[in-house]
């Protein structure tokens, strides 16, 4: 196939009297998330490293990326890959030391690239000093900082809540002869946000990252932290007879004024942006939480991203794939925030399955799927995040036992799976298509072995495909998904409409294609993506106008190829 075809800069398109509503740094810019772990091993360790990410700092300029995202690198017992934290204001020197993060910041700022620091405030590692402290009486000075429950009369957890990696969110400290609470796994005790203390010292770490220089931050997890006032048990909704510890205590009332508390005492001040991870926060909810009257500047919601599940995400209850419904949660986001707040945009992240296999289950080429979501990505309203690898157009692993699989949180949904009464190769092919390790496995750099992505043994082995889907090969392709990415990627940063522009969805019922336009004074941009492995037809006249990027060589005709997508622009009166 013949290169795309050359990408307006856009320049020529600027109108006057455009309204430039977006005036911040970050939200004209990509946000690019590194899971250092699986980034870049500059020592042989098999594992990435602060180091590793710095020698890359080109390839990510080049890219477009204007701030990196990276998940935790504090210390951490790694049960749950960095986001089990034992020192808020250190480095794991599996990564590194504090000096290696100070260069990395020095280095990227250099280059016009902020550095994002994941904040997990939910809970901290049964490991950190604070619960070591904790744990070891009822009446030592932070007895009081996680959640402690008594009993029930016979004996057994306070409640039959569900944690979100499975089994019970309740573990039994003989020291105490009480329970802690833990929405995900044992080792990740809630930490108690109601003790004025514990917020101020969550707080003051996050200031210790802000005078390092950081450029924003992203927060974890961040509806739990508010727990109802009374602790009761909930209607199980699965055949272990516990209920969801997020059915019930996400998004508590009362939570937005610890967050607003969060708000003054850290962001305020700052030119930074700060982007929640808000699971159980509806579109309706969101002007209470982003923008001038919210808290955080960016909201990732779920709607989106669980489009394949009846409701929550319990990897056995799927649903017929319709993407009319991916379509609807979308468009929704961005209608929520249309007038106050901004909308981080994102189709993977180190906790999904790879873009291409997810939001395609029937199949088709993985490269023009990659293209495809790209399209979308960089031209819906709000700020586009890639997430490693993503712009390589990385796939899925597909290993042949549960034991294979590092990600806790697959081997608590198997579990699971094998009590709700599935086979364990049904158990399996949940695992295969939603497994977090999919996005885990190591960077592929190039063609040496293990991907380049290390001289030692990969702490998660490479995808066997790196030897075709590799960085090095897609720099020299013109064709390639990398080549794609810098040029949307450009288009998105020069083309003043894509940043402000009005969304609107078009085609609302169509099954195979997914249209919308963005319009910002006489200029309006329409993309059109055929999310099917078949032709899809066009309405007559549908597409008007410059085609400014598309996935094929070609213009399309009156229909869409196999998962084409095409970006035109027009003068409208
Ligand atoms: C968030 C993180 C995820 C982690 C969990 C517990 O959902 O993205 O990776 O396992 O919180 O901290």
Excluded at 177 to 194: I, K
Aim: aromatic letters at 12%; charged letters at 20%.
């Amino acid at each position: 196939m013949l290169a795309t075809s050359p990408v307006a800069t856009g320049e020529a398109h600027i109108t006057k009297g455009t309204p430039m509503k977006a005036t911040k740094w970050w939200q004209n810019t990509a946000v690019y998330q590194i899971y250092p772990k699986s980034f870049n091993d500059t020592t042989g360790s098999g594992t990435g490293d602060l180091r590793g990410i710095t020698a890359k700092l080109d390839y990510l300029k080049d890219l477009g990326a204007g701030a990196l995202w990276l998940t935790p690198v504090y210390p951490s017992p790694m049960v749950d890959n960095g986001y089990d934290i034992s020192d808020y204001t250190g480095i794991n020197p599996q990564f590194g030391t504090l000096a290696d993060m100070e260069e990395l910041i020095a280095e990227a700022k250099r280059r016009d690239i902020r550095i994002v620091m994941d904040l997990v405030y939910n809970h901290s590692s049964d490991q950190h000093p604070w619960f070591i402290e904790s744990k070891s009486s009822r009446n030592n000075a932070k007895s009081d900082w996680y959640i402690w429950r008594d009993a029930k009369p016979d004996g057994s957890a306070p409640t039959n809540w569900r944690g979100i990696f499975g089994g019970s969110a309740w573990t039994y400290c003989a020291e105490r002869e009480q329970y802690y609470l833990h929405t995900f796994a044992e080792a990740q005790p809630d930490l108690n946000w109601e003790n004025p203390e514990v917020r101020a010292a969550l707080f003051a770490a996050a200031n210790f990252w802000l005078d390092k220089g950081v450029g924003g931050f992203r927060i974890d997890a961040i509806t739990y932290i508010k727990k109802p006032a009374v602790f009761e048990d909930g209607t199980p909704d699965a055949a272990d007879g516990m209920v969801s510890v997020h059915t019930m205590t996400a998004n508590t009332p009362g939570i937005l004024d610890f967050l607003h508390e969060f708000r003054r005492e850290v962001f305020d001040g700052h030119d930074i942006f700060t982007v929640g991870e808000a699971n159980g926060v509806s579109v309706a909810e969101l002007p209470d939480w982003v923008g001038e009257n919210g808290v955080f500047s960016m909201l990732f919601e779920f709607a989106h991203v669980l489009v394949p599940y009846e409701e929550g995400e319990c990897w056995s209850k799927m649903i017929p794939w319709k993407l009319t419904k991916l379509k609807g949660a979308l468009s929704a986001s961005q209608a929520g925030v249309a007038k106050e707040g901004w909308y981080p945009i994102y189709f993977e992240n180190h906790d999904r399955a790879r873009s291409v296999n997810y939001f395609f289950p029937n199949g088709g080429d993985t490269r023009l799927a990659a293209k495809a979501l790209a399209t979308v990505l960089m031209t819906l309203r709000g700020t586009p995040f890639i997430y490693e690898g993503e712009e390589l157009g990385m796939t899925n692993v597909r290993w042949d036992t549960i034991e294979s699989y590092d990600d806790i949180s697959s081997h608590g949904q198997y579990e699971l799976a094998l009590k709700e009464g599935f086979s364990p190769a049904e158990a399996l092919s949940f695992v295969h298509f939603n497994s977090r390790d999919n996005a885990r496995t190591p960077m592929q750099w190039n063609t040496s072995e293990h991907a380049g992505f290390t001289t030692g043994t990969p702490w998660l082995p490479a995808n066997e495909n790196y030897h075709t889907i590799n960085a090095a090969a897609e720099e020299k392709d013109e064709d390639s998904v990398l080549s794609y990415y810098k040029q949307i990627i450009r288009l998105r940063k020069t083309n003043p409409v894509l940043l402000s522009g009005v969304y609107e969805e078009l085609l609302a019922d169509n099954e195979q294609i997914y249209a919308f336009s963005r319009t910002a004074g006489n200029r309006r941009i329409v993309t059109a993506v055929n999310f099917s492995a078949e032709e899809a037809a066009l309405p007559a006249g549908f597409l008007k106008g410059v085609r400014l990027i598309g996935s094929y060589a070609d213009a399309p005709s009156t229909v869409l190829r196999p998962l084409e997508a095409v970006v035109y622009e027009e003068e409208v009166k």
